[in-house]
């Protein structure tokens, strides 16, 4: 019987030295990755405004534009393949206005770039804001939705998120 006993607590406690000694994380969760959004909203520069396409407009000013730059980045998207982004689409968005029959979104660009262990989406676009005060702008980036979707590489399984696209927008002084 001290035979028995002796060797129940020698396999137990071998069991408990080597499992303290593995180098591998037993529970692991890589299907979430971490995102953070940023968005500006500031005035074009005199050279930007010189760019600026204003036919078609009475009496344009500088004042009466606005570049919006948001930056999306995932983070932990080594464990995640296929991943997929839907931004928001500001150009209909801004251009689809209640009670506002003006052209708003003027023009914009983007890029995504993939780095080790992060994904980085950029957009950046011209607003043409005249007789809108900040908290219409705001409105409308905030009430925007990011769509995301990706394969954990380990498990195959599928996962996907949707998160405010507005959640830190920043006025830059005029």
């Known amino acids: 019987m001290k ?3 002796f060797g ?6 071998t069991l408990f030295i080597l499992g303290a000694c593995s180098t591998e994380d037993v529970v692991t969760n890589h299907s979430n990755p971490k995102v953070s959004v940023f968005t500006t909203v500031k005035a074009l520069t005199k050279k930007e405004f010189s760019e600026v396409g204003t036919s078609g407009l009475t009496s344009p000013s500088k004042k009466d534009f606005h570049k919006v730059h948001m930056t999306l980045t995932l983070r932990g998207t080594d464990y995640l393949s296929d991943i997929q982004v839907k931004l928001p689409n500001y150009k209909k968005d801004f251009n689809n206005m209640k009670d506002d029959q003006q052209t708003r ?3 914009g660009s983007g890029a995504d770039e993939e ?3 992060k994904n980085i989406y950029t957009r950046e676009f ?6 809108l005060n900040d908290k219409q702008i705001k409105d409308i980036l905030a009430t925007a939705k990011v769509k995301t979707s990706w394969v954990v590489k380990d498990t195959k399984a599928k996962d996907q998120s949707e998160f405010p696209a507005g959640k830190n927008i920043k006025f ?3």
């Open 3 to 5: 035979k028995r006993a």
């Open 8 to 13: 129940v607590v020698y396999t137990l406690l």
């Open 105 to 107: 979104y003027w023009f």
């Open 115 to 117: 780095q080790e262990n």
């Open 126 to 131: 011209v607003l043409y804001t005249k007789g």
């Open 172 to 174: 830059e002084a005029k």
